[in-house]
């Protein structure tokens, strides 16, 4: 396990389009968390689960955007019609409960473009 | 107003100088103190951490918290080209909200040779 993966790095979609976004997290992580980081800002805190069970959402994440985690294991982020103000970097990350919020490992991030 | 506030810059030095960078924040319940760095197209990685105020050294960077001024910095000293990259400081609360991270907006550190 190299550490938290993300797919797709890049994403391109035309504004109205739904686009979903892969998480896979460090293995034995219990927490996994959605952060999107906009051009020239520090990332943003969307939501977080811990395991399975999604514990805090921020109310930037619109009724557009939903976010799951099967099983406590990868996740998915979805933004439905997307706007093209959704044109951002979404970083997931990932840590032990008992290590936050010291021990997050981030991922590479999904850079979303809507035209 | 944003909770953290950071000096965006962007900040070029050369080769071997001390760096400062800077946070100031609004709200008093944050009580773990982070800075991360982010090279482009990364995603941040943690790079010193502190709970409550004081200082805290590792190698050639230096934390400080000051919590009665809201007030956090780190020092880097003799700066390399590696180090060009963009710095994050971050803060957490305590209790329910005990891992989500508020992030200032970054600075933009430039260390050319």
């Known amino acids: 396990d190299t550490g938290v993966s993300q797919d797709p790095r890049h994403k391109i979609t035309k504004r109205g389009q739904n686009v979903t976004f892969r998480c896979d997290p460090i293995?034995?992580?219990?927490?996994l968390y959605w952060y999107r980081q906009t051009l020239g800002q520090g990332p943003e805190f969307l939501t977080y689960f811990q395991n399975e069970a999604q514990l805090e959402k921020s109310r930037l994440l619109s009724d557009r955007f939903s976010a799951e985690r099967p099983k406590g294991s990868f996740s998915t982020l979805e933004i439905q019609r997307t706007e093209q103000g959704d044109s951002a970097m979404y970083l997931c990350?990932?840590?032990?409960?008992?290590?936050?919020?010291?021990?997050?490992?981030f991922g590479s991030g999904t850079r979303l473009t809507v035209v | 107003q944003k909770e953290v506030e950071q000096d965006p810059g962007p900040l070029s030095v050369p080769e071997g100088a001390i760096v400062s960078l800077n946070c100031t924040y609004s709200n008093s319940a944050f009580q773990y103190f982070m800075w991360y760095r982010q090279y482009s197209r990364k995603g941040p990685e943690l790079l010193m951490y502190t709970y409550s105020s004081g200082n805290k050294e590792d190698g050639r960077f230096t934390a400080q918290v000051d919590k009665s001024s809201k007030y956090i910095s780190l020092f880097i000293r003799d700066s390399q080209p590696s180090d060009s990259a963009t710095y994050l400081c971050a803060m957490s609360q305590s209790g329910t909200s005990y891992g989500k991270l508020t992030f200032g907006q970054g600075t933009i550190l430039t260390v050319h040779p």
């Open positions: 990350a990932s840590s032990f409960v008992q290590q936050s919020p010291y021990g997050y490992t």
């Open positions: 293995s034995e992580h219990n927490r």
